[in-house]
């Protein structure tokens, strides 16, 4: 495998629920680093409790993480973005350029309520489409409306990429999540993989045991594109086919 990026992630220190503090921001990247994340793209909330709105200090933010990162030799580079809580107020300042797309791209992470019904999630991609972006859905094994027969596909023939985090993959026999998640992605319907970190302690960049279910039961060429590939045309601003 070439490497493992991360296009989720908190790691940005001050902004959101995420890392606290620069030093914070420099443990998870190393501890990210070291189980073979090598790219990571900060995506800070954007939302009612969270209003950044100010790509110039989130883009500094990363500049100094990643010159703290040089430093340390940690081999792992950070990019910019954010996580937004969809609206159509947000597709106005996304238009504007006052909240990020990823790492410069037509992609953007979105996020819903998890109580959302499945018409609005599915009008929101179509609008976020039809102004010329590329929708990932954050964490879209949050959203109970999705789950039903049929639907994620729907959403991926309008436009939607779904991303999903890495910690949903494993649970218990009776975690109907977990069994969700697992068949998406046996049917090859998730694009991207996060960690979604937001700290070291309940919420670290720890991805050794989905891994290992990633290995046993994923073919290595859809392993590749959903762990790294993927994410590359992300950085590189190209349509995922």
């Known amino acids: 495998m070439t490497g493992i990026a991360d296009v989720h992630s908190h790691i940005l220190p001050g902004l959101d629920d995420g890392a606290p503090a620069g030093k914070t921001s420099v443990e998870m990247l190393r501890a990210a680093s070291a189980q073979g994340i090598r790219r990571v793209i900060a ?9 950044n709105a100010d790509p110039r200090r989130i883009k500094g933010l990363c500049r100094g993480l990643n010159r703290k990162a040089g430093k340390e030799k940690i081999p792992c580079r950070v990019y910019p973005g954010q996580e937004i809580m969809y609206s159509e ?5 996304l238009d504007k350029g006052e909240l990020l797309t990823l790492a410069g791209s037509r992609y953007i992470l979105i996020e819903f309520d998890p109580s959302a019904p499945y018409s609005f999630i599915y009008m929101a ?3 976020c489409a039809t102004q010329g972006y590329l929708p990932v859905i954050a964490h879209v094994e949050r959203y109970r409306s999705v789950h039903g027969p049929g639907k994620a596909q729907e959403l991926i023939s309008q436009g939607a990429y779904l991303q999903m985090n890495h910690q949903r993959i494993t649970g218990g026999w009776n975690d109907d999540t977990a069994r ?3 068949n998406m992605l046996k049917q090859k319907q998730i694009h991207f ?4 970190m937001h700290n070291m302690t309940d919420r670290k960049p720890d991805i050794a045991r989905p891994l290992k279910w990633i290995g046993r039961h994923l073919e290595a060429e859809y392993t590749e594109r959903i762990l790294w590939e993927n994410a590359m045309k992300i950085l590189a601003d190209e349509k995922i086919l």
Do not use: V
């Open 89 to 93: 107020r947000a597709l106005e300042l």
């Open 180 to 182: 969700w998640c697992r």
């Open 125 to 127: 991609i179509r609008n």
């Open 43 to 51: 995506t800070p909330h954007y939302s009612f409790q969270f209003p």
């Open 193 to 196: 993989l996060g960690t979604d």
